[in-house]
T-cell receptor, first 109, second 113 residues
Framework: GQNIDQPTEMTATEGAIVQINCTYQ??????LFWYQQHAGEAPTFLSY????GLEEKGRFSSFLSRSKGYSYLLLKELQMKDSASYLC??????????FGSGTKLNVKP | DGGITQSPKYLFRKEGQNVTLSCEQN?????MYWYRQDPGQGLRLIYY???????QKGDIAEGYSVSREKKESFPLTVTSAQKNPTAFYLC????????????FGPGTRLTVL
């Protein structure tokens, strides 16, 4: 089966750095995605990792360790608009996506 | 513009009625998916289709049905057998290759009165 865990909620200050962790157990791992979802809206793609290491994209970076079943999303220079839920999703060899419950990030002034 | 659309945005249904949610994409994607999201929860897979005229059950298929007669369209019917249908429904499409992201429609919020 699939099991994906993320913290339920986090709070950080504008301008700071925050790390959102995701651990997973899956068979036939074929990549890990991070999505951002504002309340009442659809998720939007942030990053994709399939090999171990860090992928950097502007203020957002994502890290993957396949041997540990672990990923994190790093958000730098936080802005108020970054207040949203962040979803971790794992795919398998059959192109099925398995989503975590999401981490609600609150950015305070 | 290429994209994925869902209609309607808000839908109200009386208990015991079937209702069909529309999902259309012009991205030429092979794979399409339906998810359900409850407040404060992640996405749970209802049905998915990797190719026209073929689809598979997801984790919570009971009380739902789908069809995939055209590549562009993947409608979802919420039947009266679904005991707790009030939720936010998201449709997604994907190119079908490993590593391709899913693109989501704007969602339909279904409320059963």
């Amino acid at each position: 089966g699939q099991n994906i865990d993320q913290p339920t909620e986090m709070t950080a200050t504008e301008g700071a750095i925050v790390q959102i962790n995701c651990t997973y157990q899956t068979s036939g791992f074929n990549g890990l995605f991070w999505y951002q979802q504002h309340a009442g809206e659809a998720p939007t793609f942030l990053s994709y990792n399939v090999l171990d290491g860090l992928e950097e994209k502007g203020r957002f970076s994502s890290f993957l360790s396949r041997s540990k079943g672990y990923s994190y999303l790093l958000l730098k220079e936080l802005q108020m608009k970054d207040s949203a839920s962040y979803l971790c999703a794992v795919t398998n060899n059959f192109n099925k996506f398995y989503f975590g419950s999401g981490t609600k990030l609150n950015v305070k002034p | 513009d290429g994209g994925i659309t869902q209609s309607p945005k808000y839908l109200f249904r009386k208990e015991g009625q079937n209702v069909t949610l529309s999902c259309e994409q012009n991205l030429n994607h092979d794979a399409m998916y339906w998810y359900r999201q409850d407040p404060g929860q992640g996405l749970r897979l209802i049905y998915y289709s990797q190719i026209v005229n073929d689809f598979q059950k997801g984790d919570i298929a009971e009380g739902y049905s789908v069809s995939r007669e055209k590549k562009e369209s993947f409608p979802l019917t919420v039947t009266s057998a679904q005991k707790n249908p009030t939720a936010f429904y998201l449709c997604a499409s994907q190119g079908g290759q490993g590593g391709d992201t899913q693109y989501f429609g704007p969602g339909t919020r279904l409320t059963v009165l």
